[in-house]
């Protein structure tokens, strides 16, 4: 009988930790402000981040293979940029590598940053994890670039503008992949979790209410309406057309186009 036992014990146990490593992975870009006026400091701090957002749980991330910014159809390389750093969650007993970097606003209009990171194993979907991320920062008033694709494998094309967003607006994008809409996909949905930007974190009160899931439409249109303030992440998920070995082996990549944006309250 006990033997039996601890077998189902076993068992629950491992089902909870597939559970818990189930939860969606986010690659993330946050600049220090979203919108740079004329009256504000040029210079943009960005934190570099692979997490689970909601719950704050950092992973560990090597350094990215690409990270840069497009201004005005000009892609720069900023990869040197790049510093490591450490991130914790409340939750976590060690830190994790994260990235830093900071950019000097020159020029008006929209600037967007992104980041093409080292493959990440997750031995627990048995297959590699790439997610293509950015983020639009808005530059002394000229609102010109944020609807344009910047060529990575797979992105969200903002069809709602990403900047000056109150709590409550309706999000819309479109999921490209090489170019080319992506019918039907499914986009996932988290909040970054940070005390910092309501003076509290939001407690899930069950699994279903920490990644939100919406599907895009025929042409690859998705919507969802942010209902906090703060920065928000959505996810595109697909499977590469490619693959990558891992111990000699042909293995599955999952790549993600990934898009932050940030809600303000309506005072």
């Known amino acids: 009988m006990f033997r039996h036992l601890s ?16 939860q969606a992975h986010f690659g993330t870009v946050i600049p220090s402000d979203e919108i740079v006026t004329q009256d504000d400091p040029k210079t943009v701090s960005l934190q570099v981040m692979f997490i689970h957002p909601m719950e704050m749980l950092y992973m560990e991330m090597e350094k990215p293979k690409a990270f840069g910014v497009v201004h005005r159809g000009k892609r720069e390389d900023l990869l040197k940029t790049l510093e490591k750093a450490e991130g914790k969650g409340p939750d976590q007993d060690r830190s994790f590598s994260i990235w830093k970097a900071s950019y000097t606003i020159k020029k008006p209009g929209d600037h967007v940053f992104f980041v093409g990171p080292a493959p990440y194993w997750e031995p627990a979907e048995d297959k590699f994890i790439v997610h293509y991320t950015k983020v639009c920062v808005s530059a002394l008033g000229l609102e010109e670039g944020w609807d344009e694709p910047i060529g990575l494998e797979t992105e969200i094309i903002p069809l709602t503008r990403p900047y000056g967003l109150w709590v409550g607006n309706l999000f819309t994008g479109q ?17 970054l979790n940070e005390s910092s930007e309501n003076k509290s974190i939001v407690k899930a009160p069950s699994d279903p209410f920490i990644t939100q899931v919406v599907k895009a439409d025929k042409n690859g249109v998705f919507s969802y309406a942010m209902p906090r303030a703060g920065w928000w992440g959505f996810a595109a998920l697909s499977d590469a057309s490619w693959k990558l070995k891992k111990d000699g082996k042909p293995k599955d990549v999952e790549i993600g186009a990934v898009m932050w944006v940030r809600t303000t309250p309506m005072q």
């Open 7 to 22: 077998t189902y014990c076993f068992i629950f146990a491992g089902c909870l930790f597939f559970a818990a490593s189930g």
């Open 175 to 191: 999921v490209l992949i090489k170019g080319k809409p992506v019918p039907y996909a499914e986009v996932e949905v988290e909040y």
